[in-house]
C-alpha cells in the first residue's frame, strides 16, 4: 500500500453528515447530473413516423416528460423506482399503440389504408388479414416470403399488428412491436416482402435505493424498490462477508446505486449493480463495480480489495453441519476416538457440491472410507477434498480444471457413512484445518497500476451514496 492514492476523503463515512460536506457533496452534485444518458431514444415506432407532424411533436413532448417524472423519482428511493407493478399505467402512457379507440379512428381517417388490430384470445394471422380484408392467399404469401417472417404468426394476446395498405387493398406493410426493445416488420417490395428487425438500445442512467431490513432481506429489498434479481446479485456481492441465510437481522441496512433500462421514459430492465453498501450487525461492508483494461469484471471494496475471496465457505448450499472439524471425537462407526479432521454438510441425497475456489481435479474416484471423492489442488498451498459423493458431475475427472462454485458432485454416503452428507477437508500445506475457522484468503486486489483509475470511479459512487442517503432522511424528518 505504498502508492499514492490521489487525494481523497475518507472512504467509510461513520456519519452521514460527512456527505453533505465538501468534496463529497461536490462529487455528488456532479453525479446527480450523471443520467445524462437521457438522450432520446431511436425511435423505430412505425406509428410514430405514420403520425402528422403535429402529433409526433406531442408524442415526442409526451416522452420527455415521462423521462423528466422518471428522473425525479430515481431521487427519491421510496418512489418505487423498478417496481414492476406500475409498468401497465407507464405503458399506456408510453406507447402510441394502446391509443384509445377513438384516437385510433383518427387516424384511421387520416390515413384510411392503415389499420391496427389487437390480437385477442383465438386470433391467428389468417383471421386478423381477414379482419382488415386481405384475401387467405395473402397469408401464405407473407409468410413464405422470408425464414423470419413466421415471427408474425406467433401472436400474442394484446400485440398490435398495423397493417398498411394500397388504395387497391394490397398488402403494402405490416409491423409489430414485440416487446419494449423489439419491433418486426414486413416490406413489400418488387421481390415479394422484406423482413426487418429494430432492436431499440436503451438508455442507461443510473438509480439509487436504501433499505432497512425489517422482516427479511427480500421483503425490504422489495419495498425499497430492488427487484428480485438486483437483490439476488446484491447478495452475491456480499455472500462471503456476510452468511444472507443466518446472520441478517433487524435493522441491517443497504444502499444500492445500480444501472436502469429506459426506453422513451419507460423503465424496461435493470443492469449491474455499480456500487453498494451493506450494513450487517453494526458492520459495514462496501463494494463496487470494477472492469479493469484486460476486460475483467470483479467487485472491490471502497479501497480496491476483491471482495470475492479465494474460497467459499461451504462446499453445499443450505446444508446442515452435522459434525464439526475436531481433533478428537468417537467416530460414529469405528466407534473408536478419532479426529475428524473435516466438516460434515447433511443434505439431500443427489444434492449438488460446489468446487469451494478454483483449481485443478488431482482425484475423482474412490478413496477407502471417503467413497466417492474429488480433491482440488487450489494453487501451491491449498487442497480441498470431498468425500462420501453419490457420483461426480459431468466433466469432473483426474485433471480437470474447476471453477469457485462449480458443481463437481452430489451428496451421497458412499463409504464409511451412516447418510447422505459431504464430508468437507481444507488443508494448507498439508496440514489440515477448519474451513470454518478459517480466515479466507483473498482474491486479487485491485492492480497498483489501475488504482489510480479505481478510485476515480470508486469515489463518485461512494460520495453519490452518502449524499442520497443524507437527502432521503433530511427529507424524512421533515
Ligand atoms: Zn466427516
Given at each position: 500500500m505504498n502508492d499514492t492514492p490521489p487525494k481523497?476523503?475518507?472512504?467509510?463515512?461513520?456519519?452521514?453528515?460527512?456527505?453533505?460536506?465538501g468534496i463529497a457533496a461536490l462529487l455528488s452534485l456532479a453525479l446527480l447530473v450523471f443520467?445524462?444518458?437521457?438522450?432520446?431514444?431511436k425511435k423505430t415506432n412505425l406509428a410514430l413516423e405514420l403520425d402528422t407532424p403535429a402529433d409526433q411533436l406531442k408524442q415526442e413532448q409526451d416522452a420527455q416528460n415521462q423521462n423528466k417524472a422518471t428522473d425525479e423519482t430515481t431521487?427519491?428511493?421510496?418512489?418505487?423506482?423498478?417496481?414492476?407493478?406500475d409498468e401497465p399505467e407507464d405503458t399506456a402512457k408510453t406507447?402510441?399503440?394502446?391509443?384509445p379507440a377513438a384516437a385510433e379512428a383518427v387516424v384511421a381517417a387520416k390515413n384510411p389504408g392503415h389499420k391496427e388490430i389487437v390480437v385477442s384470445k383465438g386470433d391467428t394471422l389468417s383471421t386478423l388479414f381477414e379482419k382488415v380484408?386481405?384475401?387467405?392467399a395473402a397469408v401464405h404469401e407473407v409468410i413464405a416470403?422470408?425464414?423470419?417472417?413466421?415471427?408474425?404468426?406467433?401472436l400474442k394476446n394484446g400485440q398490435v399488428l398495423q397493417f398498411e395498405l394500397t388504395?387497391?387493398?394490397?398488402?403494402?406493410q405490416l409491423h409489430s412491436k414485440i416487446n419494449d426493445l423489439e419491433s418486426i416488420s414486413l416490406s413489400r417490395t418488387d421481390k415479394g416482402y422484406t423482413f426487418t428487425r429494430d432492436v431499440s438500445k436503451p438508455n442507461v442512467r443510473t438509480a439509487y435505493v436504501h433499505g432497512v431490513i425489517n422482516n427479511s432481506l427480500s421483503q425490504s429489498a422489495q419495498r425499497a424498490g430492488l427487484n428480485h434479481s438486483m437483490t439476488m446479485d446484491m447478495a452475491n456481492i456480499f455472500g462471503y462477508d456476510v452468511d444472507f441465510a443466518q446472520d441478517i437481522r433487524k435493522g441491517d441496512e443497504f444502499d444500492v446505486i445500480y444501472e436502469q433500462k429506459v426506453v422513451n421514459g419507460k423503465t424496461v430492465g435493470t443492469g449491474n449493480i455499480l456500487s453498494a453498501r451493506f450494513t450487517n450487525r453494526g458492520k459495514t461492508y462496501t463494494a463496487v463495480r470494477y472492469t479493469n483494461k484486460q476486460g475483467n469484471t470483479n467487485y472491490y471494496t471502497?479501497?480496491?480489495?476483491?471482495?470475492?475471496?479465494?474460497?467459499?465457505?461451504?462446499?453445499?448450499?443450505?446444508?446442515?453441519?452435522s459434525s464439526m472439524f475436531s481433533m478428537g471425537r468417537k467416530h460414529p462407526i469405528l466407534n473408536k476416538i478419532r479426529a475428524h479432521k473435516g466438516i460434515d454438510y447433511a443434505a439431500p441425497r443427489g444434492t449438488p457440491i460446489k468446487a469451494t475456489g478454483d483449481g485443478k481435479v488431482i482425484l475423482a474416484g474412490r478413496r477407502g472410507g471417503y467413497g466417492n471423492t474429488v480433491i482440488i489442488q487450489h494453487g501451491e498451498t491449498y487442497r480441498t477434498l470431498y468425500g462420501h459423493m453419490q457420483g461426480f458431475a459431468?466433466?469432473?475427472?483426474?485433471?480437470s480444471s474447476v471453477k469457485q462454485g462449480q458443481v463437481i458432485g452430489y451428496i451421497g454416503t458412499t463409504?464409511?457413512?451412516?447418510?447422505?452428507?459431504v464430508h468437507y477437508e481444507f488443508q494448507v500445506n498439508g496440514v489440515h484445518v477448519d474451513p470454518l475457522g478459517q480466515k479466507l484468503p483473498m482474491a486479487d486486489p485491485i492492480a497498483k497500476s489501475e488504482k489510480q483509475r479505481f478510485m476515480q470511479e470508486s469515489q463518485p459512487l461512494m460520495a453519490r451514496m452518502d449524499q442520497e442517503k443524507a437527502t432521503m432522511l433530511a427529507s424524512s424528518k421533515r
Open positions: 481523497a476523503p475518507p472512504l467509510y463515512p461513520k456519519s452521514h453528515l460527512l456527505a453533505a460536506s443520467p445524462s444518458s437521457d438522450v432520446e431514444a431521487v427519491s428511493p421510496f418512489a418505487q423506482i423498478d417496481n414492476g407493478a406507447e402510441p399503440q394502446a391509443l380484408g386481405l384475401p387467405p416470403s422470408d425464414k423470419q417472417a413466421k415471427q408474425f404468426s406467433q388504395p387497391d387493398g394490397n398488402l403494402k471502497a479501497d480496491g480489495n476483491s471482495m470475492r475471496k479465494a474460497f467459499i465457505r461451504t462446499p453445499v448450499e443450505y446444508a446442515r453441519i459431468k466433466g469432473i475427472q483426474n485433471g463409504g464409511l457413512s451412516t447418510g447422505p452428507h
